[in-house]
């Protein structure tokens, strides 16, 4: 099936810092990409909306000056994680909807593997 | 509100063994609904997807069932193996929200020896 990569797989990161985490997908073309943050043994939940070209959508309570997403290419998007803080210390997953579409007219998410973060 | 929810919340089951999961929703108007496996510390890998029109689907040893009527599916593990041992979860997309999925919290199966 379809692949998407996140990188880095983990970073760690001093309080105050930014971090940038890239969400690709490999072998297809995303007008459109997912970022979510997940906490221990909870659900996904998904933070914005990535648009190809044009700006991100956030979900409420997601702080857009904080969370910085550029999907400049039809295969990449970025999160940067601005001022970063301990609190912000997190599993977050990209996910990459296939633009070819799929069958029965239902486009398919591919999910990363996920970026553990973690600021001190 | 719409809602995804999952039961058991965790489960423990021996090696050969089978189990079913079960997943009702809320979410309105719908249009599909999706088993994920989430490895631990890894992303949700999709199982299977099933439209209103679907009852049924397979997926190797994966079978998911969907009564729409009820808004209700189950997803049956047969020959448990010890790499089933996961997080299942449930994911519903309503048919007006575009892009949006409704995550249930999961399932947190345990296979042992």
């Known amino acids: 099936g379809a692949v998407v990569s996140q990188h880095p797989s983990r970073v760690i990161c001093k309080s105050g810092t930014s971090v940038k985490i890239e969400c690709r997908s490999l072998d297809f073309q995303a007008t459109t990409m997912f970022w979510y943050r997940q906490f221990p043994k909870k659900s996904l939940m998904l933070m914005a909306t990535?648009?190809?070209?044009?700006?991100?959508?956030?979900e409420q309570g997601v702080e857009k000056d904080k969370f910085l997403i550029n999907h400049a290419s039809l295969t990449l998007s970025t999160l940067t994680v601005t001022s970063a803080h301990p609190e912000d210390s997190s599993f977050y997953i990209c996910?990459?909807?296939?633009?070819?579409?799929?069958?029965?007219?239902?486009?398919?998410?591919?999910f990363g593997p996920g970026t553990r973060l973690t600021v001190t | 509100k719409n809602q995804v929810e999952q039961s058991p919340q965790s489960l423990i089951i021996l090696e050969g063994k089978n189990c079913t999961l079960q997943?009702?929703?809320?979410?309105?108007?719908?249009?599909?609904l999706r088993w994920y496996k989430q490895d631990t510390g890894r992303g949700p890998v999709s199982l299977t997807i099933m439209t209103f029109s679907e009852n049924t689907k397979s997926n190797g040893r994966y079978t998911a069932t969907l009564d729409a009527d009820t808004k209700q599916s189950s997803l049956h593990i047969t020959a448990s193996q010890l790499s089933d041992s996961a997080s299942y979860i449930c994911v519903v997309s309503p048919s007006n929200s575009g892009y949006a999925l409704n995550f249930g919290k999961g399932t947190s199966l345990l296979v042992t020896p």
């Open positions: 996910s990459a909807r296939d633009s070819a579409g799929g069958t029965s007219g239902i486009y398919e998410q591919y």
């Open positions: 997943c009702n929703y809320t979410v309105s108007p719908f249009s599909n």
């Open positions: 990535s648009n190809e070209g044009s700006k991100a959508t956030y």
